[in-house]
Nanobody
Framework: QVQLVESGGGLVQAGGSLRLSCAAS????????MNWYRQAPGKQRELVAA???????NYADSVKGRFTISKDTAKRTVYLQMNSLKPEDTAVYYC???????????????WGQGTQVTVSS
């Protein structure tokens, strides 16, 4: 069974840093673009950062210059380095894959369970 498992969330003071990880497990042949989304209480889920299979990256304007997305293809892991955190970054952060090719099938629009990030002022 394919899983995307996030880790690295927690409580941090404003100005601090956190590094989120998302590890894909299961019998996986390939993964297309992987993304980090976040959802704050009472708000819609929003795209924070994306990285394509070729390594191209894209960021929401609100995090440009502060967050960095990267990946380790061999480990099937994507990271989100978050620096200069602000209280408005508080949210549940979700890992997402556009599609995952497995031995049996292709899984589209695949989500992790989320990890809480809380930034105190």
């Amino acid at each position: 069974q394919v899983q995307l498992v996030e880790s690295g969330g927690g409580l941090v003071q404003a100005g601090g840093s956190l590094r989120l990880s998302c590890a894909a497990s299961g019998t996986i042949f390939s993964i297309n673009a992987m993304n980090w989304y976040r959802q704050a209480p009472g708000k819609q889920r929003e795209l924070v950062a994306a990285i394509t299979s070729g390594g191209s990256t894209n960021y929401a304007d609100s995090v440009k210059g502060r967050f960095t997305i990267s990946k380790d293809t061999a480990k099937r892991t994507v990271y989100l380095q978050m620096n200069s955190l602000k209280p408005e970054d508080t949210a549940v952060y979700y890992c997402h894959a556009d599609y995952i090719v497995t031995r049996e099938t292709t899984l589209y629009d695949y989500w992790g369970q989320g990890t809480q990030v809380t930034v105190s002022s």
